[in-house]
């Protein structure tokens, strides 16, 4: 008889954190196609939701698909196992250089973009840099699988 694996509570909190991470993307898809739809006079207008870079009708797609491969991931996560729980310290290392990168990337972004017109935070891009900033997050935190065993926590420490 096999003894069942035990979840440490900080490996836990890093599966319900991709959970959130999830969700808040899914928050942010759902309150685009709102006001693409229905301009609620209570959700900003577009131009606080995009950066301009791609044409809506493409971003929509994408982070659909996105939003299903993040869902793999977080299940593959609560699990414990699957394709996407991360344990070769290389392929750990890259990805949570790749999201301190992102998140540096997405900052920088934001602080380029506060003189410009126009002055309000939120017309600046506040929504679409948030929203990277989940994903960054996201990334980082699939790079924290614990290397042996769920209760090992010490995966989340940066390269």
């Not at 309150?31 to 301009?39: H, N």
């Not at 392929?91 to 972004?109: E, G, H, N």
């Amino acid at each position: 008889m096999s003894n069942p694996i035990v979840i440490a509570p900080l490996d836990r909190w890093r599966e319900v954190t991709l959970w959130l991470c999830l969700s808040i993307f899914v928050a942010r898809v759902i309150g685009q196609v709102e006001v693409v739809l229905l301009s609620p006079s209570w959700l900003p207008p577009f131009r606080a939701w995009e950066s301009g870079l791609i044409p809506y009708s493409v971003l929509l797609p994408v982070q659909i698909i996105l939003t299903a491969g993040m869902a793999i991931v977080a299940a593959d996560h609560w699990r414990g196992s699957g394709a996407f729980w991360v344990t070769r310290p290389s392929i750990r290392r890259r990805l949570k250089i790749i999201a301190a990168i992102y998140f540096t990337v997405m900052l920088l972004r934001l602080v380029m973009t506060a003189e410009m017109p126009p002055h309000t935070l939120l017309e600046r891009g506040l929504i679409p840099v948030l929203a990277h900033w989940d994903l960054a997050a996201f990334i980082y935190l699939t790079a924290c699988t614990p290397l042996t065993h769920p209760d090992s926590f010490s995966a989340c420490t940066f390269p």
